[in-house]
């Protein structure tokens, strides 16, 4: 196949539909000039750079990959299918998996796992949403 004609069978969602899937299904993302994205908080510039590793990791994984944008305590995601030329399902399914690892929080679940020690700042990891 050639790459025109997966291009042609890549659907590109609508601004309505991109922020109507983002409100149901990934409340923290926001739509923004052609782009899904979402900015984490991180405690330090060494948090930063293991939200980037991470977030490198599963790009390259699943072979699509999005902008990242960084500072000392944030890293900015941002979405967009370039060979199709808008928001497609591949960036859905890239920032749901981004969203569930780097939000995973295992201290939070009963498994043997304890998880960062956020409250000591020695140890402060990630910002979480909740």
């Known amino acids: 196949m050639s790459e025109e004609t997966a291009r ?3 659907r590109v969602y609508s ?3 991109i922020v109507s ?3 149901a299904e990934l409340p923290q993302w926001r ?3 052609g782009w899904i994205r979402r900015r984490y908080k991180t405690h330090n510039w060494k948090s930063t750079l293991m939200v980037i590793n991470t977030v490198g990791h599963l790009a390259e994984a699943a ?3 999005p902008d990242l944008k960084a500072s000392y305590a944030w890293v900015e995601v941002l979405l967009m ?3 199709a030329k808008g928001v497609t399902d591949k960036d859905f399914e890239l920032a749901k998996k981004i969203e569930d ?9 009963d498994g043997a796992l304890e998880g960062t020690p956020n409250a000591d700042q020695r140890f402060a990891y990630l910002k979480y949403d909740s």
Request: no cysteine.
């Open 63 to 65: 072979w699509h990959h």
């Open 8 to 10: 042609k069978r890549e």
């Open 21 to 23: 899937k983002l409100q």
């Open 15 to 17: 601004e309505d539909e």
């Open 81 to 83: 299918n370039h060979a």
């Open 101 to 109: 690892v780097v939000q995973w929080q295992p201290g939070k679940a």
């Open 31 to 33: 739509y923004e000039n």
